[in-house]
């Protein structure tokens, strides 16, 4: 049986806690895109959790009849991380294979890079116990699934990219 949901990477840019680190990298600070950060930032992600299973996962789920997978996105990561989030843009997808009830499914996630603009983990549902951020580097350690560190790394990309063209954008 074939089964589709939808989710993303929900993330945050802040200051550099150590120049150890080495994420997103602006050398040049850009005309207030995102005032008050030192001219190096950091993406941080918001995980979600079960504390019992020791999982760690990006946020996602199944749509509900008539969303888009973009509608099935944003409510997911809404829901389930607390936070309100904007579509940044599509990121790409995973597949996996499960059986449940001695059914199979092959099920698709379609990602999405979304940005926090609001609300507050602590006003995730209940379908995770955690609701976490973490630098770029932990949450790769932490995730659970390999084909989601596999998502974090081309959101990171596509941030990177994303931050470029607005920083060019803005010194026009």
């Known amino acids: 049986m074939r089964a589709y949901s939808a989710g993303g990477v929900v993330f945050r840019l802040a200051p ?77 997808s995973t597949s996996y294979s499960f059986v449940r009830e001695q059914v ?20 995730h549902d209940q379908e995770y116990d955690l609701v976490e951020w973490f630098s770029l580097h932990e949450a790769s350690r932490r995730l659970t699934y390999q084909n989601e560190v596999n998502i974090l790394y081309q959101a990171e990309e596509m941030l990177q990219r994303w931050l470029q063209y607005r920083q060019q954008e803005g010194q026009k």
Do not use: C
Not at 58 to 79: C, D, I, W, Y
Not at 105 to 117: I, M, P, S, T
């Open 16 to 92: 550099m806690r150590s120049p150890d680190i080495n994420f997103l990298q602006q050398p040049h600070r850009s005309n207030d895109i995102h005032e008050g950060f030192d001219e190096m930032a950091a993406m941080e992600v918001v995980l979600v959790g079960r504390s019992r299973a020791g999982i760690w996962a990006l946020p996602k789920g199944t749509p509900q009849p008539g969303e888009t997978v973009e509608q099935v996105a944003l409510r997911e990561a809404q829901e389930e991380t607390g936070l309100q989030v904007e579509l940044i843009a599509y990121i790409g």
């Open 104 to 123: 199979r499914y092959h099920k698709q996630v379609r990602h999405f890079l979304l940005e926090a603009v609001g609300g507050d983990t602590a006003l």
